[in-house]
């Protein structure tokens, strides 16, 4: 009867020690426990695992129980891998009993157990899983409370068994977990190094920016380089749209030939078709001479047609020629001249509100808007703020032969604008900011507007608040379907930034990285601003 009610005990605390280690992954913890268990059930004095460090090529005690000292010499007790009975059951891979310890002089006692009356034998067996040896398990026990020596060293053999095979468990996880963020490492490395790879193809004098934003508009300048469809860019002013137009002829295959730049609302009227196509000697008083227009200037290569939308309705027409057959009129000539050119066009005003008023002809905005890129401003991608700012002072360092460097806090000051003027007012703060540095660090003491202490972006909100004037998406020609109407007054900025945020927020119902996106932010920049304001994040 005691036979099978041992071997029942037995066999209930292998279950338990199985269950204990198939519950979690924590080292330490679960062998702590499962030393518990066998100290509640299997009448163990005393218990210790010894795991090997590699590193060292020694044995440290793991887990224990039953010690006086568990906190003290025991926690950070070592031997060497072959040193005392443990060593040798880690060595040899086999398990030892010595019957009473007192008697046995390899018996080393490190551990500076409390001695009894009662006769103490030592058990300890490998912890070893297929070829490998992680360690040790030895157990002390009353000589009178053994019920045989062949079947306690079995029960540890079967335990040290399970916990073998737990230790292989987590080494294999945390292994593979290492080599997934390894692989997830190289490939945001491959990523950034891609990002910066493509900024820099396309990158011309200001074309500047790796953030989700930014990454799509090189997206669609990569897709439009290799043709010579007509491009329609779209945005508020000084945003880059000209920058965008070079990038695009730059890398073109007609890179080798003209770019010829035309603002179509710095011409006056009566002047822009002979600017655009030129006239023949006595097409006007004072014609003496016959002169190229800036089509035939540009004829192999790009011309780029900046505020598209304020030119005359006479010329729009002639401009609809020139992209159906690709000859232009001469002004008081006869005789069409062929030109090769392939048309950027630009614009910050709402063409199809144009069209619908009638002041912008309606088959001209489908011949200019096969392809359209849109720019988002400056206040939608306040993350390339850093990197436009190093873009900008290195052509500043250049431009005066100095070394302008700016601080981290200037950094975060600048972003915390909203730049109406974008990327152009960007350029002057900062041109500004490097005068007043006087050719070093720029701080933000430094960065001051032209109204004092006030940055002009504040000064301007506060001028276009509550305006119909205010500058939105919208404004800068960009339809409803590219950026959301709902979330149109929470990007511009027309609200107070703590505001804004606790509005995506709630919005989003409290999901950061929800409203982060609704801000274009990064969830990093939304944690910030969480932090910053000391806003009480709801749980939902």
Same mark, same amino acid.
């Given at each position: 009867?005691?036979?099978?009610?041992?071997?029942? *005990?037995?066999?209930?605390?292998?279950?338990?020690?199985?269950?204990?280690?198939?519950?979690?992954? @924590?080292?330490?913890?679960?062998?702590?426990?499962?030393?518990?268990?066998?100290?509640?059930?299997?009448? @163990?004095?005393? &218990?210790?695992?010894?795991?090997?460090?590699?590193?060292?090529?020694?044995?440290?005690?793991?887990?224990?129980? &039953?010690?006086?000292?568990?906190?003290?010499?025991?926690?950070?007790?070592?031997?060497?891998?072959?040193?005392?009975?443990?060593?040798?059951?880690?060595?040899?891979?086999?398990?030892?009993?010595?019957?009473?310890?007192?008697?046995?002089?390899?018996?080393?006692?490190?551990?500076?157990?409390?001695?009894?009356?009662?006769?103490?034998?030592?058990?300890?067996?490998?912890?070893?899983?297929?070829?490998?040896?992680?360690?040790?398990?030895?157990?002390?026990?009353?000589?009178?409370?053994?019920?045989?020596? *062949?079947?306690?060293?079995?029960?540890?053999?079967?335990?040290?068994?399970?916990?073998?095979?737990?230790?292989?468990?987590?080494?294999?996880? *945390?292994?593979?977990?290492?080599? !997934?963020?390894?692989?997830?490492?190289?490939?945001?490395?491959?990523?950034?190094?891609?990002?910066?790879?493509?900024?820099?193809?396309?990158?011309?004098?200001?074309?500047?920016?790796?953030?989700?934003?930014?990454?799509?508009?090189?997206?669609?300048?990569?897709?439009? *380089?290799?043709?010579?469809?007509?491009?329609?860019?779209?945005?508020?002013?000084?945003?880059?749209?000209?920058?965008?137009?070079?990038?695009?002829?730059?890398?073109?295959?007609?890179?080798?030939?003209?770019?010829?730049?035309?603002?179509?609302?710095?011409?006056?009227?009566?002047?822009?078709?002979?600017?655009?196509?030129?006239?023949?000697? &006595?097409?006007?008083?004072?014609?003496?001479?016959?002169?190229?227009?800036?089509?035939?200037?540009?004829?192999?290569?790009?011309?780029?047609?900046?505020?598209? &939308?304020?030119?005359?309705?006479?010329?729009?027409?002639?401009?609809?020629?020139?992209?159906?057959?690709?000859?232009?009129?001469?002004?008081?000539?006869?005789? #069409?001249?062929?030109?090769?050119?392939?048309?950027?066009?630009?614009?910050?005003?709402?063409?199809?509100?144009?069209?619908?008023?009638?002041?912008?002809?309606?088959?001209?905005?489908?011949?200019?808007?096969?392809?359209?890129?849109?720019?988002?401003?400056?206040?939608?991608?306040?993350?390339? !703020?850093?990197?436009?700012?190093?873009? !900008?002072?290195?052509?500043?360092?250049?431009?005066?032969?100095?070394?302008?460097?700016?601080?981290?806090?200037?950094?975060?000051?600048?972003?915390?604008?909203?730049? #109406?003027?974008?990327?152009?007012?960007?350029?002057?703060?900062?041109?500004?900011?490097?005068?007043?540095?006087?050719?070093?660090?720029?701080?933000?003491?430094?960065?001051?507007?032209?109204?004092?202490?006030?940055?002009?972006?504040?000064?301007?909100?506060?001028?276009?608040?509550?305006?119909?004037?205010?500058?939105?998406?919208?404004?800068?020609?960009?339809?409803?379907?590219?950026?959301?109407?709902?979330?149109?007054?929470?990007?511009?900025?027309?609200?107070?930034?703590?505001?804004?945020?606790?509005?995506?927020?709630?919005?989003?119902?409290?999901?950061?990285?929800?409203?982060?996106?609704?801000?274009? @932010?990064?969830?990093?920049?939304?944690?910030?601003?969480?932090?910053?304001?000391?806003?009480?994040?709801?749980?939902?």
């Amino acid at each position: 009867m005691m036979n099978a009610n041992y071997y029942k *005990t037995a066999l209930n605390t292998i279950y338990e020690i199985s269950v204990i280690l198939n519950s979690s992954n @924590m080292i330490q913890h679960s062998l702590y426990r499962s030393l518990l268990q066998m100290s509640d059930t299997l009448s @163990m004095e005393r &218990g210790l695992i010894l795991l090997h460090d590699k590193d060292t090529n020694e044995l440290f005690v793991e887990a224990s129980i &039953g010690l006086d000292n568990d906190e003290g010499p025991v926690k950070n007790m070592r031997y060497k891998a072959d040193e005392g009975v443990v060593g040798k059951v880690f060595k040899y891979g086999i398990p030892i009993l010595i019957p009473d310890v007192q008697k046995e002089p390899m018996f080393l006692n490190k551990l500076g157990r409390n001695a009894k009356k009662e006769e103490i034998s030592f058990i300890a067996v490998p912890i070893k899983h297929q070829n490998q040896t992680y360690g040790v398990l030895a157990v002390d026990k009353v000589v009178s409370k053994m019920y045989s020596i *062949t079947t306690d060293v079995d029960i540890l053999k079967m335990i040290a068994t399970l916990m073998a095979s737990f230790l292989h468990k987590v080494q294999f996880f *945390t292994s593979e977990m290492e080599a !997934i963020q390894q692989e997830k490492s190289r490939i945001e490395e491959e990523k950034l190094k891609l990002i910066g790879e493509v900024t820099q193809k396309y990158q011309y004098e200001g074309l500047v920016g790796s953030g989700r934003l930014m990454r799509k508009v090189l997206d669609k300048v990569q897709m439009v *380089t290799a043709s010579d469809s007509a491009v329609l860019i779209r945005g508020e002013s000084g945003t880059g749209k000209e920058v965008v137009a070079k990038t695009i002829h730059y890398n073109s295959n007609r890179r080798k030939k003209p770019f010829v730049a035309v603002n179509c609302a710095a011409i006056p009227g009566e002047l822009i078709e002979s600017e655009l196509f030129g006239y023949s000697k &006595g097409a006007f008083t004072g014609a003496a001479g016959e002169k190229k227009g800036k089509f035939e200037q540009a004829d192999g290569g790009t011309i780029f047609l900046d505020e598209i &939308g304020d030119m005359p309705m006479e010329a729009q027409s002639k401009l609809l020629r020139v992209l159906q057959d690709k000859v232009v009129e001469k002004l008081g000539g006869t005789k #069409p001249v062929q030109v090769d050119v392939r048309i950027l066009a630009a614009t910050n005003k709402n063409l199809e509100a144009a069209v619908q008023s009638g002041e912008f002809r309606l088959d001209l905005y489908y011949r200019l808007n096969v392809f359209a890129i849109f720019l988002p401003p400056l206040r939608k991608r306040k993350e390339d !703020i850093p990197e436009i700012a190093q873009h !900008i002072l290195k052509n500043l360092s250049k431009r005066y032969n100095k070394n302008y460097t700016i601080s981290p806090e200037a950094v975060t000051a600048l972003m915390n604008c909203n730049y #109406p003027g974008n990327i152009r007012e960007l350029e002057n703060c900062l041109e500004r900011s490097a005068f007043t540095a006087g050719g070093g660090e720029i701080k933000t003491k430094h960065i001051s507007c032209m109204r004092g202490e006030m940055c002009m972006s504040h000064f301007m909100e506060e001028q276009l608040s509550g305006s119909s004037t205010a500058i939105t998406p919208q404004t800068g020609g960009i339809p409803d379907n590219d950026y959301s109407e709902a979330d149109n007054e929470l990007i511009s900025g027309n609200m107070d930034e703590r505001e804004r945020v606790v509005q995506a927020l709630e919005k989003a119902g409290w999901v950061q990285a929800k409203a982060a996106r609704m801000l274009d @932010m990064t969830v990093r920049q939304m944690n910030y601003r969480i932090k910053k304001f000391n806003i009480k994040v709801k749980k939902i």
